[in-house]
């Protein structure tokens, strides 16, 4: 189970860091990713991370603006969001990709086997 965290409703400029905690599977060593889709649109990779290799891609779209880090303890992933825009308003879902590749950082929606429901994470302008 992939349970997101952190959503909710900022002005444009503003800072949200969203979390996602993996509990009752094996997740450990899976790579974690953060996708958003907004009404309308199609889902979109936002960032990833392999928890095992460090490796991590981040969106071009985000890239500068948000970070993605990983707490193997709590099996957990992180968002932090900076100055955030009207534009990355959407739902965030956290995923877990089911391999161990090494260096596998998937940025995909089909590479990935597990989903969050998601959280809604709205920027006013």
């Known amino acids: 189970q992939l349970v997101e965290y952190g959503g909710g409703l900022v002005q444009a400029g503003d800072s949200l860091r969203l979390s996602c905690e993996a509990s009752?599977?094996?997740?450990?060593?899976?790579?974690l990713g953060w996708f958003r889709q907004a009404p309308g649109k199609e889902r979109e990779f936002v960032a990833a991370?392999?928890?095992?290799?460090?490796?991590?891609v981040t969106a071009d779209s985000v890239a500068g603006r948000f970070a993605i880090s990983g707490d193997d303890a709590k099996n957990a992933v992180y968002l932090q969001m900076n100055s955030l825009k009207p534009e990355d308003a959407a739902r965030y879902y956290c995923?877990?990709?089911?391999?161990?590749?090494?260096?596998?950082?998937?940025?995909?929606?089909?590479?990935?086997?597990?989903w969050g429901q998601g959280t809604q994470v709205s920027v006013s302008s």
């Open positions: 009752g599977h094996g997740f450990s060593g899976y790579p």
């Open positions: 991370i392999n928890r095992r290799s460090g490796n991590r």
């Open positions: 995923a877990a990709a089911a391999t161990l590749t090494l260096a596998a950082v998937p940025t995909t929606p089909s590479e990935y086997t597990y």
